[in-house]
């Protein structure tokens, strides 16, 4: 999950230097058939073999939902800093832990939904509405959060099922072939350059989709989403070095009492799962 946040950093810098240059649909498209060729020597064989039907309709509902919040997702990076696309985006680890716990079966127990209610709060702080006009920006990130969490869900549920490749392999058919049509409707035609910022953001973004199932398949996702919140850091240093944003000391605290709130949970969970493993001192004589 460490690897997953830093390649995903990545991947807003370099959309949030295209600055809107092309449509958000086409650039989402782009950047899904160029993830599409990293995927095809390891896509071929699975599709050959086939998935059970379940299985399918668990692919398509994965993509139907990825495809709406990475249309969402590029066009909230051209319009807000850095910091506050991933600040927002904080909401998708809290969706997927809300989510995991309805449908997956995952505990919430009282100390987790009391960090989760201080994570909406740090949310809130960042948004501000009704102190500020929020951006049209602001509310597509919101959507990209809560359309990732669900992916994300599935993609839990799929890992369980099939290997992480292959779930990232299918998504990004999945994702290509259903923004086909939303993209040639709004087509630009790119440059060369374009085309190579797309090709870098479908690497880091491939990369980061692997890294992310292999944690799911590894953990509980209350367990690997926490670590996520590091991008706020590194969001913060890339924003203000390369792109000149201010550090904006609201997105900061917001985004720190999710940080903290989320970071103290899993410490906490961390502890008492030690404590559990850990024999008293007579068990272990023999």
């Known amino acids: 999950m460490l690897v997953t946040g830093l390649c995903f950093v990545a991947v807003n810098a370099i959309v ?4 809107g240059a092309l449509p958000a649909p086409q650039a989402a498209f ?33 993509g139907v939902l990825h495809m709406a919040a990475v249309i969402a997702w590029f066009y909230a990076m051209s319009r807000i800093t850095v910091a506050e696309a991933t600040a927002i985006g904080f909401l998708n680890p809290i969706i997927v832990t809300v989510g995991a716990a309805l449908f997956l079966g995952e505990k919430l127990a009282g100390r987790r939904a009391a960090a989760i209610a201080v ?8 948004l501000r509405p009704g102190l500020r006009p929020l951006d049209p920006g602001h509310l597509s990130q919101v959507l990209a959060a809560i359309c990732f969490g669900a992916s994300y869900i599935v993609a839990k549920t799929l890992a369980e099922r099939v290997p992480a490749s292959t779930v990232v392999a299918m998504l990004s058919l999945t994702v290509a072939i259903g923004l086909a049509p939303v993209a040639i409707a709004v087509w630009v035609p790119p440059t060369l350059g374009q085309i190579a910022w797309l090709a870098l953001v479908a690497l880091f973004a491939t990369a980061g989709h692997y890294t992310m199932t292999r944690a799911f398949a590894a953990a509980p996702m209350t ?8 991008q706020l850091i590194w969001a913060s ?15 900061l605290l917001g985004g720190g009492l999710m940080i903290g ?26």
């Open 16 to 19: 949030r230097g295209l600055e």
């Open 30 to 62: 782009i950047r899904f058939v160029i993830g599409l060729v990293f995927l095809l020597p390891m896509l071929v064989p699975v599709l050959r073999k086939g998935f059970p039907r379940d299985v399918w309709r668990m692919f398509a509902l994965r």
């Open 119 to 126: 994570a909406l709060l740090g949310a809130l702080i960042v």
């Open 223 to 230: 367990v690997t989403q926490p670590v996520t919140f590091l």
């Open 237 to 251: 240093l890339v924003g203000a070095l390369i792109f000149a944003e201010p550090v904006d000391s609201w997105v």
């Open 261 to 286: 709130a989320i970071s103290y949970i899993t410490w906490r969970e961390a502890r008492l799962r030690v404590r559990t493993k850990t024999p008293i001192a007579s068990a272990t004589k023999a």
